[in-house]
């Protein structure tokens, strides 16, 4: 009997396995993770489980009933150490050896943290990728205490946002001009900032962290690129992640920022596939990672039609989204590449989007607290369709009926 | 407990027991009910969990708030009167025995 084996079990494992039997695989099927919980949902982390308006049992991405009823055996708390790919032989941490006629790789990416010379991996310092580094943060969140955020991205962000309205005393500094440099223009850069100075957070831009000390042991000494010094009690990491290739490159497999796949998820190795945040893949030319639970699942699912070639290319539909506080950001599209921002007010105050453009292409769109928005511009992107940029602009003109550029360049 | 009873893509009634202030679509996720994509978790980011409620039940449900009024604005094969994201419909006693049926495509 064929026998797969998935390993990473979060967003893309679970949905590649639950796809293989939706497809009529009837082989062995088993999802090897080494969390020691089943897959889980990670975005609430950072906002509804981390706020502690979400509760445990709600995070699982599928009952433990949906393995079993699937055939679907589920290795949960196990590590894979190693692939060898002429043998197709997976070594085990603990346990035997398991051999396989296919494999996919599913390994997300691991969090980077603080140097251990900044006392990265010392307690009160934390990363947040897991349900692990959630819970081991959970007590800090107390009011009136002092955290610093390093790193000013959505997962940074979200945490900050989460503090704040905890009542805790939040400084985020990022080393970049500005806060979402890497993934957002500077229209929406200004926007959240905003929104977060208007919550009492205290923003540092273009400012790293030089120094961390622990003079006693309840309080952190951080030492500012700005030239300033602060106590804080605890420190969040949101630096940004790497693709969890290490398997992958023991077994020799192709790297690209990511696990080389091409567009069927195919890795340089003819029986090894790789999808969601730990695979790079083709796209309008280039080669991209995301890192998005669309992205992991839509990704997984068509790897998993490959396998059982029934593949079509994947062509991703890039969207993301981002809660703080009561703003609801959304993202469609993908806007490398941009030369021009649109702001377009919403219908409601407060509430705006920018239009990002190259030439007369519109790539992406982030519609702060407006789902017409985000809703209109998704499907327009994902039809290739663009909308005139003055008619854009112009907030009388109904989204329904925004004209649209004929020969925008595809 | 709180019953809900979702008629699937191609027909077949699927049963469901969930606790009181789960939501639709987490009633759905916990007893497989195909269909139901609820790729955003629930946070009312991406109108994959769409369901029509029958017409008995409708009534029952609080309104829509803007954010779910906005998405299913502009989501796949709306029906005015019964479109909901199910991922916004909370469960209560008043909802014991509630039937929904889920559209053939989600987007
Ligand atoms: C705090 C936070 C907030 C986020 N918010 C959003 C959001 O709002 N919207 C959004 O779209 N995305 C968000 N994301 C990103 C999203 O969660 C990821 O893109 C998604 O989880 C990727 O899925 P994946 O399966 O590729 O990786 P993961 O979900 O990380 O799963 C990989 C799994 O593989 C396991 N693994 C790795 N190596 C091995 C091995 N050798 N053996 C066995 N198991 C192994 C890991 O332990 C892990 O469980 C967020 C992420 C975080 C951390
Ligand atoms: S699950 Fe995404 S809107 Fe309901």
């Known amino acids: 009997m064929t026998h797969i084996a998935v390993i990473g079990a979060g967003q893309a494992g679970s949905a590649l396995a639950a796809k293989l039997r939706a497809l009529g695989f009837d082989g062995q099927l088993t999802l090897i993770g080494s969390e020691p919980v089943p897959p889980y949902q990670r975005p609430p982390l950072s906002k509804k489980y981390m706020s502690g308006e979400m509760q445990l049992d709600r995070l699982f991405l599928r009952p433990e009933s949906f393995y079993e009823e699937h055939q679907i055996t589920l290795l949960t708390g196990t590590r894979v150490i190693g692939i060898a790919p002429d043998t197709m032989t997976l070594a085990m941490e603990n346990g035997p050896e398991i051999s396989v006629d296919q494999i996919a790789l599913t390994t997300g990416a691991d969090p980077i943290c603080l140097p251990p010379a900044m006392g990265g991996g010392a307690p009160g310092i934390y990363t947040m990728r897991s349900l692990r580094d959630a819970d081991a943060m959970a007590h800090e969140f107390t009011p009136g205490r002092h955290v610093l955020i390093v790193g000013g991205g959505y997962i940074g962000l979200e945490a900050a946002a989460v503090a704040a309205t905890k009542g805790l005393q939040v400084t985020l500094v990022e080393m970049a001009p500005r806060i979402l440099a890497r993934v957002a223009a500077e229209e929406t850069s200004d926007w959240v900032r905003a929104l977060h100075r208007a919550h009492g957070v205290d923003i540092r831009e273009g400012c790293g962290l030089d120094s961390l000390t622990r003079p006693n042991l309840t309080t952190f000494s951080a030492g500012l690129s700005d030239g300033s010094m602060l106590e804080v009690d605890f420190v969040i990491c949101g630096i940004g992640v790497r693709p969890a290739t290490a398997l992958a490159e023991m077994a020799g497999l192709e790297i690209d920022n990511g696990i080389k796949v091409d567009a069927f998820g195919q890795s340089s190795r003819p029986l090894i596939f790789a999808a969601g945040d730990c695979a790079s893949f083709p796209w309008k030319g280039t080669r991209i990672r995301l890192e998005s639970v669309p992205n992991a699942i839509d990704q997984a699912e068509a790897t998993a039609a490959s396998m059982l070639g029934q593949g079509a290319p994947y062509v991703a539909r890039p969207w993301f989204w981002s809660d703080q506080f009561d703003v609801k950001l959304q993202i469609a599209g993908l806007n490398s590449g941009y030369d021009r921002v649109i702001t377009r007010p919403g219908e409601k105050p407060g509430t705006q989007s920018h239009w990002y453009f190259a030439g007369d292409r519109l790539l992406a769109v982030d519609a702060m607290n407006d789902p017409r928005a985000y809703m209109m511009s998704k499907r327009l992107i994902e039809a290739g369709k663009s909308p005139r940029t003055d008619a854009v602009a112009d907030p009388q003109v109904p989204l329904k009926s925004l004209p649209l550029v004929e020969d925008a360049a595809a | ?107």
């Open chain 2, 1 to 107: 407990m709180i019953k809900a009873i979702f008629t699937a893509p191609g027909g077949t009634t699927i049963e469901t027991d969930a606790r009181d202030g789960l939501s639709l679509m987490e009633a759905a996720r916990l007893a497989n009910v195909p269909g139901i994509l609820a790729e955003c978790g629930g946070a009312c980011s991406c109108s994959t969990c769409h369901v029509y409620v029958d017409r008995d039940w409708i009534g029952k449900l609080p309104e829509k708030d803007e954010m779910e009024t906005d998405l299913l604005d502009f989501a796949d094969e709306v029906d005015e009167a019964t479109s909901r994201l199910s991922c916004q419909i909370k469960l209560s006693p008043e909802l014991d025995g509630i039937r929904v049926t889920v559209p053939t495509r989600q987007g």
